[in-house]
């Protein structure tokens, strides 16, 4: 490497130098003197004189003894200055080169190899949403079929639909899989909530495939789809084609169902519902009481839930569904949780079943936005069941309005892993994010109430996020902060808008008084977003940044204060000199004793955690706990990371924007600063940390008095794990195989 | 130029170094022809005199307020804003204060600060630091609650062992409140570079902190101080201790190196303990007391309290001041005390104590050690050549006008918002 000639009294020249060559330290400090000479002011300490003792028995002491004392500099940055440009020091190929795209077909061949050798559960673990259908391009129809029907097997919908639509774009070469292809398409976009699309696809296969197996089936999810919508006439004429279907002695069961369930619905059309009873006991002919102790209904007829006991030490119950006026369901018995009811133990026994069967019941269903059904006021509903010896019997119970709110998405959670973190069913893990996904972007679209404190500055560098929940005096640490810097940095300082959202409506008025508070004690405008209902970290996010005006968004947890002067100037300085350049900033956060509580995160694979835990991809702080010093490397160029924590997290405000801000996907919050990095770099933009950056953050404190358990906890962390791990697995692999090799 | 003086209390209610500091310096500033000087005490809303933030004149001056307040204790911030600012924006408004130099934020409570910084954009502010109670809750002493142990260094982790109900974070976020108000301020004072030191090693640092030794009030006496300040006995036996009967100033500790004394056959020398408040103690060191003064009571003698006025005189009955504190202080008053009449110290070797003492016409014993105690004081009885060496040492102390000058020139320095160098004066 040749030696920079020194002589290069240029700025510029040496500015550019550094940000596209080699770094040298001795040359960094040579432009930081030239950039700080002219902020300096020399000015000379002065005496003072001090009086002495007049009588000459006593020694008088010298005026000259003035002892200077050394203070610390009030900014221990010893160093760089914020003005120095700093280089970014790639360590990963970036997305879109040639490298990793590279890579990718490598991952691609090596799926392809798992597929062929019908290693499909090996291949669903690592097999993220992007890289389905590039994946399903290369495989064979078969292929694709295989791992398809696999794939819908296990609930995962989203990845058997295209994998299937590949087997149909194949056309003739398909074959005999093609009206399967067809019909499993239908089947899983009926799985997606995708009605529409799911009666397009099973349409076809009744009309290009007539007399095939398939269209049987096709013909039977029709004939329900109808019975969703009260389209009784038309599931009667399906069922009077079915009946005609070569098909139809193989699957009596499926005809038997879909009789009963008319004529049931022509029989509560006759007769009084009312009548009906919410209990059935029917222990001496057929072994089975059964009854139901509540249905709730959100208004918006997303979510049900079903609560009830059942008595059937038999296993008589073969089917059960539900009926809202005309409209009938089929329910998954599979997704049902059974539960310990003692109170039952006299009637276990007059059924001659053991004490130790879970007689309670409880079963959740979600309804996406083409199918759910609102609550009409009174509505009530009936049950109808079918047991294995033939008799059937109907239960009815008036509905039960319910709020949609974080703790019914959490029910279903607990449906959907069970203990010790067991995903039982993927697709209502699916419906259950995609409900949150729904009511989030819904309320974020609702006006809300925002309230200036002081005259935010017209021409902002910089637009800070900060969400409160749980506990709101951190707001104040934070002000009196902003209040100290703005007065020493004077007239020179960045513009800021500070914008507060208040996440938790219990805390309103305390947040409003705190608010007056602040606004009187400290000179730092700011503004008050209040959220009416709790949103989560994405929605709390999301909303403050609707408000932010600066072309740069600083994401910040209010449990974050910056530990130097220049902490901030820092990250916004790095921002302006790449513009463009730089997907996302993070900062060093560090414990309050001084050790590391993040310097970039990494993606890792735990095998020994409990159940899904244990295969999916964790957001990992390397060295946190550990007390480490500045390194030189780190201090003189913007480090890539994997991905970096958004509890301090800067990005271009139109780049945010343009990926939809923090993913409104994961329940609660978590994982939604990774999912952002993933983002980024996608679209070719790194995710970075600026070590010199540094922040205290006192973790976990924001979020206060939680209500959830331990183990409801354990289950939001593993959905939204398992959420992360399903869209972002192949990238992450792809990432840790592009590693720039110096 | 227009300067307001915050104190904690009015020298007519309450009795403290730092009042008297503050109204020393107060009525002192307001002899420069070109200062005016008011001077705002806070009053405890406990005492039932004001409302919180009442605002009330001292009668026959126009010079002196007092003001209603009260701030919790662990954070130091107030009760209520609002009506505190009321009563200081009329009285601002009035004044129109171009330096407001607060001795002390308790019962104001600090977050008086950035309120006074927005009420008075343009007025400087500069804050005398007394205590450690920043960095330490425990009275602000740097002495750990129980074992009474010296502390060296205030962090999360250690403050929450003293104070177990507070857990770190929240003593991390009570150091970050204090530290960032205290370093928006123009400027920082101690009377002890220790105070300093110790302040910067916790964290709490600003470009413009200055030491600033107290300045004797007016009334003493220079006529008088030659007289005095040769008045010794011949057989330079007779130690003085002069300020509180507490555990923290140590008087126990010079029970029992008296008693160590007599119990060595050592009885030639007396010992005059000039201060009161005894009663108010906790009874377990009463008891200590009366336990030890019982076996030593011939040599130790309780003089009782005594007005500033008196001092003089008992100055002459005192041939060496002992000031074995058993917490670092940060300038002990009786030391300057003692150097203007011309009496060695004796005092304990560690912080403000010490600095005073050494080098300064004083002798140090360690701290917290009557042994050590006993072995000065035993070579200081009847010790001609070292009396002599000492008292030659001994500087003149800063006056209350000294002082008033340093203070003034830190102020024009403030105000003209020119950066200086850190300065050291006597």
């Known amino acids: 490497m040749p030696a920079i000639s020194v002589q290069i009294a240029d700025r510029q020249e040496l500015q550019r130098l550094l940000l596209n060559g080699p770094h040298q330290i001795d040359l960094w400090l040579q432009l930081d003197q ?106 064979p129809a078969a292929a694709a079929y295989g791992l398809g029907h696999w ?85 009667a004429n399906a069922l009077e084609q079915l009946r005609q279907h ?78 809202r006026d005309e409209r009938v369901w089929r329910l998954n018995l599979g ?17 001659g079943g053991d004490a130790n069967l879970h007689a309670g019941l409880s079963l959740t269903q979600i309804a996406l936005a083409e199918e759910a059904v609102p609550m009409k006021a009174g509505e009530a509903a009936e049950l109808f069941a079918v047991l294995a010896n033939g008799t059937q019997f109907c239960l009815r119970r008036t509905l039960q309005g319910a709020e949609l ?77 902003f209040n100290a810097w703005q007065r020493r940095k004077g ?165 945010f924007a343009q990926i939809g801000g923090l993913s409104s996907h994961y329940i609660v919050g978590d994982f939604e600063d990774s999912d952002l990095c993933l983002k980024l770099r996608r679209l070719g933009l790194p995710a970075l940390v600026d070590h010199s950056a540094i922040f205290y953050h006192l973790e976990r404190q924001s979020v206060g008095l939680a209500a959830s358990s331990e183990g409801m906890k354990m289950k939001v962390v593993a959905a939204n794990a398992i959420t992360h791990h399903q869209r972002w697995c192949s990238a992450i692999e792809r990432l840790h195989a592009s590693e720039v090799q110096r | 130029m227009r300067v307001l003086y915050l104190v904690h209390g009015h020298e007519q209610f309450s009795v403290g170094g730092a009042e008297n500091a503050a109204f020393s310096l107060f009525r002192e500033a307001q002899n420069n022809p070109e200062i005016e000087t008011w001077i705002l005490a806070a009053v405890h809303t406990s005492k039932a005199v004001l409302a919180h933030g009442e605002l009330r004149s001292v009668e026959g001056t126009d010079r002196e307020y007092l003001i209603g307040t009260s701030c919790e204790w662990f954070r130091f911030t107030n009760a209520h804003i609002p009506s505190l600012k009321r009563g200081l924006q009329r009285l601002l408004e009035h004044i129109q204060p171009e330096i407001i130099h607060l001795q002390h934020y308790v019962h104001f409570g600090i977050d008086v600060i950035p309120l006074l910084q927005s009420l008075c954009p343009d007025a400087k502010i500069i804050v005398t630091l007394h205590e450690y109670l920043a960095l330490c809750m425990h009275n602000g002493q740097m002495v750990t609650t129980g074992q009474l142990k010296l502390c060296e260094k205030a962090t999360p982790l250690a403050c929450s062992m003293c104070f177990p109900e507070h857990n770190t974070s929240s003593l991390f976020l009570r150091h970050h409140y204090i530290k960032t108000i205290l370093e928006s301020c123009d400027a920082l004072i101690s009377p002890s570079q220790f105070l300093i030191d110790r302040y910067r090693s916790c964290g709490i640092d600003h470009p413009k902190f200055l030491m600033i030794e107290n300045g004797l ?126 009496r060695p110290v004796i005092g304990s070797n560690i912080g403000g104590t010490a600095e005073k003492t050494e080098g300064q016409g004083g002798v140090t014993f360690t701290a917290r050690s009557e042994n050590s105690l006993a072995g000065v004081m035993q070579k200081a009885i009847g010790n001609t050549a070292l009396h002599q060496a000492l008292t030659l040492q001994i500087p003149m102390p800063a006056t209350a006008a000294d002082c008033a000058a340093t203070h003034i020139a830190l102020y024009h320095e403030v105000v003209s918002t020119g950066a200086i160098a850190q300065e050291v004066l006597a």
């Not at chain 1, 059974?338 to 009637?347: I, K, Q, S, T």
């Not at chain 1, 709790?534 to 209010?558: C, D």
């Open chain 1, 491 to 655: 007239p020179n300082r960045p513009q800021l808008q500070l914008i507060y959202v208040l996440d938790d409506p219990r805390l309103k008025q305390e947040c409003l008084a705190l608010a007056k508070r602040c606004h009187t004690l400290y000179a730092a405008p700011f503004e008050l977003v209040l959220n009416p209902e709790n949103l989560g970290f994405a929605g709390a996010n999301n909303r403050g940044a609707a408000f932010a005006q600066a072309p740069l968004l600083l994401l910040l947890n209010s449990d974050v204060l910056p530990a130097h002067d220049d902490s901030l100037e820092r990250m916004l300085r790095a921002m302006q000199q790449h513009p463009g350049k730089i997907g996302a900033l993070g900062a060093r956060l560090l414990f309050d004793n001084g050790a590391i509580q993040h310097k970039g995160m990494a993606f890792v694979q735990e095998a020994d955690l409990d159940g899904e835990l244990g295969r999916v991809w964790l957001n990992e702080h390397p060295l946190k706990g550990v007390k480490v010093p500045l390194q030189d490397e780190e201090s003189l160029a913007l480090l890539e990371v994997e991905a970096a924590t958004a509890a301090c997290l800067m990005l271009e405000r139109e780049r």
């Open chain 1, 34 to 139: 030239s950039t700080r000479g002219e902020q300096e002011q020399e000015s000379p300490p002065k005496p003072l004189a001090v009086v002495t003792r007049q009588p000459a028995t006593r020694r008088s002491k010298s005026a000259a003894q003035a002892r200077a004392t050394s203070p610390s500099a009030p900014s221990s940055q010893d160093g760089i200055s914020p003005d120095t440009p700093r280089p970014i020091q790639q360590r990963f190929h970036p997305a879109g080169s040639s490298e990793a795209q590279a890579v990718l077909q490598e991952q691609l061949a090596e799926l392809q190899a798992l597929v062929q050798e019908r290693q499909y559960e090996a291949v669903l673990e690592r097999l993220g949403l992007d890289v389905v259908e590039p994946l399903a391009a290369k495989l």
């Open chain 2, 217 to 342: 009030p007016g009334y003493f006496d220079f006529n008088q101080q030659n007289d005095i300040s040769s008045g010794y006995s011949d057989e330079l036996n007779r130690f003085g201790y002069f300020g509180q009967l507490n555990t923290y100033k140590g008087v126990l500790l010079l029970l029992k190196a008296a008693y160590l004394l007599q119990e060595k056959g050592i009885r030639n020398f007396v010992v005059n303990l000039y201060g009161a408040n005894l009663e108010n103690q906790p009874d377990e060191f009463q008891k200590e007391f009366a336990l030890f003064h019982e076996k030593v009571r011939d040599l130790v003698h309780i003089r009782g309290s005594y007005r500033q006025s008196e001092l003089g005189t008992l100055m002459l009955e005192t041939d060496w001041v002992v000031v074995p504190s058993i917490w670092w202080e940060n300038s002990p008053v009786v030391i300057q005390e003692a150097l203007f009449y011309g």
């Open chain 1, 335 to 351: 997704q049902a949780r059974y539960l310990g009811r003692p109170d039952l133990a006299e009637v276990l026994a007059r059924c």
């Open chain 1, 405 to 481: 709110d974080t703790d019914q998405v959490k029910a279903v959670l607990d449906a959907a892993i069970q203990e010790p973190c067991r995903l039982v069913s993927a697709n209502l893990l699916h419906r259950a994010r995609e409900l949150w996904s729904e009511d989030l972007l819904g309320k974020l679209q609702c006006p809300v109430e925002h309230k200036l404190f002081g005259t935010p500055p017209a021409q902002p560098e910089l637009s800070v996020v900060v969400p409160l929940y749980g506990r709101v005096d951190f707001m104040e640490y934070q002000l009196n902060w």
């Open chain 1, 151 to 235: 794939a819908y097997e296990q609930e995962r919908f989203e990845v058997a639909a295209p994998l299937m639509a590949s087997v149909l774009a194949e056309g003739d070469q398909a074959g005999e899989l093609l009206p399967w292809a067809q019909l499993f398409l239908g089947l899983s976009c009926r799985g997606l909530g995708e009605i529409g699309r799911a009666r397009e696809q099973l349409i076809v296969v009744l009309a290009q495939h007539a007399s095939h197996d398939a269209s049987f089936h096709a013909q039977v999810a029709l004939a329900w789809l109808d019975l969703n919508t009260g389209a009784q006439q038309e599931a």
């Open chain 1, 246 to 323: 070569p098909q139809a002695g193989s699957n009596l069961g499926e005809l038997d169902l879909l009789g009963r369930v008319l004529s049931t619905l022509e029989w509560l059309a006759a007769n009084p519902r009312d009548q009906l009873s919410h209990a059935v006991d029917r222990a001496s002919s057929d072994g089975v009481v059964a009854a139901i102790d509540q249905v709730r209904l959100s208004r918006c007829g997303r979510v049900l839930q079903l609560q009830g006991w059942l008595v059937d030490p038999g296993q008589q119950l073969r089917e059960l569904c539900l009926v």
